[in-house]
């Protein structure tokens, strides 16, 4: 059975940082490009962040470029995304995602709430 | 960059009906559409990619078509689990999604 479990979200500052993480099972994490997609509270969805199988090239829209950072650990099997600079407009559900061959949105978690407030 | 336009933002049916829900294109992009069903509380799940291809487990009901800038999902007959809302992603150039559209029943 496919899982990502994602971990990490809660309540920070803006202007600080955050860590999420993904642990995944159920399929060979390193044959396939990962990403990040949020979901700000009753809003559509906005990808954050793609991870290429070796973790050589990663994406990013220019609303987080520069201070959001994907990462992966083939051996774990796991995904992060290191958050600097946080925002209020930051706040999201942050979902871990598995790209398939053919670019599309295949397996997701079940997402970790980020909330950015004083 | 790519913008979707998805219409109906809600969409009100009968259980039976037939359901077109929409995306359009800011320009073309070659039919990589996909469509996700999103029940609420739940993540997303993947129903149709590349536009008219049928991912694993989806029911039959399900439906895509489309081509260059206009894009359609089409339920052939609307059942109660149904529920929930919709979204279209585009990946020919980037990711941008749709706003989503809320389906309920009558």
Redesign the interface.
């Known amino acids: 059975e496919v899982q990502l479990v994602e971990s990490g979200g809660g309540l920070v500052q803006p202007g600080r940082s955050l860590k999420l993480s993904c642990a995944v099972s159920g399929f060979t994490f390193s044959d396939y490009f990962m990403?990040w997609v949020r979901q700000a509270p009753k809003k559509?969805?906005?990808?954050v962040a793609?991870i290429t199988t070796t973790g050589s090239r990663t994406y990013y829209?220019d609303s987080v470029k520069g201070r959001f950072t994907i990462s992966r650990d083939n051996a774990k099997s796991s995904l992060y995304l290191h958050m600097n600079s946080l925002r209020s407009e930051d706040t999201a559900t942050y979902?871990c995602v598995t790209i398939?061959s053919?670019?599309?949105?295949?397996y997701?978690?079940?997402?970790t709430l980020v909330t950015v407030s004083s | 960059d790519i913008q979707m336009t998805q219409s109906p933002s809600v969409l009100s049916a009968s259980v039976g009906d037939r359901v077109t829900i929409n995306c359009k294109a800011s320009q073309n992009i070659n039919k990589?559409l996909?469509w996700?069903q999103q029940k609420f509380g739940?993540?997303?799940?993947?129903l149709i990619?590349?536009t008219n291809h049928l991912?694993t487990g989806i029911p039959s009901r399900f439906s895509g078509s489309g081509s260059d800038i206009d894009f359609t999902l089409t339920i052939s007959s609307l059942q109660p689990e149904d529920v929930a809302t919709y979204?279209c992603?585009q990946?020919n150039n980037?990711?941008?999604?749709?706003?989503?559209t809320k389906l309920e029943l009558k």
């Open positions: 990403a559509g969805l906005e990808w793609t829209p979902y398939a053919g670019d599309w949105f295949v997701w978690g079940q997402g | 990589y996909d996700y739940e993540a997303p799940k993947l990619y590349h991912h979204f992603l990946h980037g990711y941008t999604f749709g706003a989503g």
